[in-house]
C-alpha cells in the first residue's frame, strides 16, 4: 500500500487543523493506521492509531482530547482532526500502515509499520 499525507500548514495556538492520510490498493480496509510526528532534533513520536474497521483508536496522553483519528474505508482515506493545537504540536506528521496483529496499544511504536507515508509539515504560532 502507498500512502500520501496532506493538510498541513500554519495554523495560530488553539486553532485547529484536518490531515488526510489517502491510500492507494484495495486492501486498504484490512490495515491498521498510525499518525506519528517528528520535530526538529526529535525523535518520531506516536500520535494515534485506528484499527482497520475504525471501531478502535488509540491516542498517546499528549493528544488525547484534542486529536481525533477516523477512517473512511470507501476514500481509502485516514483523517487526524487536531483542534487547539499547541506550539508543541508543530512537527512533520506521518501515517504508516501495519497489518500487523495485536492491541492497538502494541501499535503505538513504529516497529510494526512496514508502509509510510511522505510527511506533512504542521507549524504553530503562538
Known amino acids: 500500500v502507498q500512502l500520501q499525507a496532506s493538510g498541513g500548514g500554519l495554523v495560530q495556538g488553539g486553532g485547529s487543523l484536518r490531515l488526510s492520510c489517502a491510500a492507494s490498493?484495495?486492501?486498504?480496509?484490512?490495515?491498521?493506521i498510525g499518525w506519528f510526528r517528528q520535530a526538529p532534533g526529535e525523535e518520531r513520536e506516536f500520535v494515534a492509531t485506528i484499527s482497520w474497521s475504525g471501531g478502535s483508536t488509540y491516542y498517546s496522553d499528549s493528544v488525547e482530547g484534542r486529536f481525533t483519528i477516523s477512517r473512511d474505508n470507501a476514500k481509502n482515506t485516514v483523517y487526524l482532526q487536531m483542534n487547539s493545537l499547541k506550539p508543541e504540536d508543530a512537527a512533520v506528521y506521518y501515517c504508516?500502515?501495519?497489518?500487523?496483529?495485536?492491541?492497538?496499544?502494541?501499535?503505538?511504536?513504529?516497529?510494526?509499520?512496514?508502509?509510510w507515508g511522505q510527511g506533512t509539515l504542521v507549524t504553530v504560532s503562538s
Open positions: 504508516a500502515a501495519t497489518r500487523a496483529i495485536g492491541p492497538l496499544t502494541a501499535m503505538s511504536w513504529a516497529a510494526p509499520y512496514n508502509y
Open positions: 490498493g484495495r486492501t486498504f480496509s484490512s490495515y491498521i
